[in-house]
T-cell receptor, first 117, second 114 residues
Framework: AQKVTQAQTEISVVEKEDVTLDCVYETRDTTYYLFWYKQPPSGELVFLIR??????QNEISGRYSWNFQKSTSSFNFTITASQVVDSAVYFCALSDPASTSYGKLTFGQGTILTVHP | DGGITQSPKYLFRKEGQNVTLSCEQNLNHDAMYWYRQDPGQGLRLIYYSQIVNDFQKGDIAEGYSVSREKKESFPLTVTSAQKNPTAFYLCASSTRTGGYNEQFFGPGTRLTVL
């Protein structure tokens, strides 16, 4: 069975601090996809990144970076120089296309990030 | 603008009543999904549909029903059989099913049972 764990329920930082959101996953399949979504107070989930299991290159997009380590089954998300607008709930999700045809997403519990001015 | 619309944003229901949540997309996506979100929890899949006139149960389908008569529309009915329906409901769509496709989400409907 698939499982995604986001151990940090809530994180509070002051603006301009760097913050890392942890994500650990479990799957028995060798082919899978990992996602990060952001849920601002408006409620709508916003897609941030997708990573497939064969691509372990870290990715940077502006102030956002992602560290995928297959050896530790982790896909952590770092925000550099955080801003108040980064305040949201962040979800890590795992898709396992090998065992299902429709690409079911298994979500972590989410991490509430609050950035104080 | 392309996107997913959900209505209403807030919905109140009396116990024992059925209620239907609307989801419409103009992204020309084949696949559509319904999720339920409870406080402090991740999203759980209720139903999904890969094509018109076809849909499948997700992890928590009991007490819910759906239809997919048009590609753009995937309404969810919360029936009186759903024991604890108060939650935030999110609709999503993707170009195809398959794990590599990111899902695009609507703004959600917050349902409260009085």
């Amino acid at each position: 069975a698939q499982k995604v764990t986001q151990a940090q329920t809530e994180i509070s930082v002051v603006e301009k601090e760097d913050v890392t959101l942890d994500c650990v996953y479990e799957t028995r399949d060798t082919t899978y996809y990992l996602f990060w979504y952001k849920q601002p107070p408006s409620g709508e989930l916003v897609f941030l990144i997708r990573r497939n299991s064969f691509d372990e290159q870290n990715e940077i997009s502006g102030r956002y970076s992602w560290n995928f380590q297959k050896s530790t089954s982790s896909f952590n998300f770092t925000i550099t120089a955080s801003q108040v607008v980064d305040s949201a709930v962040y979800f890590c999700a795992l898709s396992d296309p090998a065992s299902t045809s429709y690409g079911k997403l298994t979500f972590g519990q989410g991490t509430i990030l609050t950035v104080h001015p | 603008d392309g996107g997913i619309t959900q209505s209403p944003k807030y919905l109140f229901r009396k116990e024992g009543q059925n209620v239907t949540l609307s989801c419409e997309q103009n992204l020309n996506h084949d696949a559509m999904y319904w999720y339920r979100q409870d406080p402090g929890q991740g999203l759980r899949l209720i139903y999904y549909s890969q094509i018109v006139n076809d849909f499948q149960k997700g992890d928590i389908a009991e007490g819910y029903s759906v239809s997919r008569e048009k590609k753009e529309s995937f309404p969810l009915t919360v029936t009186s059989a759903q024991k604890n329906p108060t939650a935030f409901y999110l609709c999503a769509s993707s170009t195809r099913t398959g794990g590599y496709n990111e899902q695009f989400f609507g703004p959600g409907t917050r349902l409260t049972v009085l």
